[in-house]
């Protein structure tokens, strides 16, 4: 079984503030995806990474994928109060036709005004 | 396209009864995945279709659990009987094609509460 470990659990911060999450696991991933989640409704896909050591950029969001594929991190750049929410690393596993995702547990992020 | 549709958004119901969940995917997509959140577990996969077909059902917790997909546009997850420990937000989600990190689009999720 696959296990994806996300650190912090809980993050509150200050509008304005940087602030970085982890997904780690010991097992390597065929790519991985961040979702953010809103309370009421179900995970949006943010971004997805293929290869070992890549960085993606969705505006104040940084993202990347350890060079052994088995990590990633995300990055926000001065907090804004939308960007509260659940964020969740999935990595994905790929057999043949079919692959499904394991999800951590998710960073509940906290970013206030 | 109006997303992910699942009903009821709400459902509480009585230890013992039987419980249906329903979900319409994305007109188009070939892929369908039943999750599972709990604040202890958080997001799990209970099971997913290829084309109407399940494939992996290793996530179902027991044989109380069944999950069918008749069709392309339906598909349904029945818990019977229900426990109280069956309480969780249960999703559903689509996707267009079963390749390396193809996004997931999800419905907005059951409430389950079981008394």
């Known amino acids: 079984t696959q296990l994806l470990e996300q650190s912090p659990q809980f993050l509150s911060i200050q509008e304005g503030e940087n602030l970085t999450v982890y997904c780690n696991s010991s097992s390597v991933f065929s790519s991985l995806q961040w979702y953010r989640q809103e309370p009421g409704e179900g995970p949006v896909l943010l971004v997805t990474v293929v290869t070992g050591g890549e960085v993606k950029k969705l505006k104040r969001l940084t993202f990347q994928f350890g060079d052994a594929r088995k990590d990633s991190s995300l990055h926000i750049t001065a907090a804004q109060p939308g960007d509260t929410g659940l964020y969740l690393c999935a990595g994905a596993v790929s057999g043949g036709s079919n692959y499904k995702l394991t999800f951590g547990k998710g960073t509940l992020l906290t970013v206030n005004p | ?115």
């Open chain 2, 1 to 115: 396209d109006a997303g992910v549709i699942q009903s009821p958004r709400h459902e509480v119901t009585e230890m013992g009864q039987e419980v249906t969940l329903r979900c319409k995917p994305i007109s188009g997509h070939n892929s369908l995945f039943w999750y599972r959140q709990t604040m202890m577990r958080g997001l799990e996969l209970l099971i997913y279709f290829n084309n109407n077909v399940p494939i992996d059902d290793s996530g179902m917790p027991e044989d109380r659990f069944s999950a069918k997909m008749p069709n392309a546009s339906f598909s349904t997850l029945k818990i019977q009987p229900s426990e109280p420990r069956d309480s969780a937000v249960y999703f559903c989600a689509s996707s267009s094609y079963v390749d390396w990190g193809n996004e997931q689009f999800f419905g907005p999720g059951t409430r389950l509460t079981v008394l």
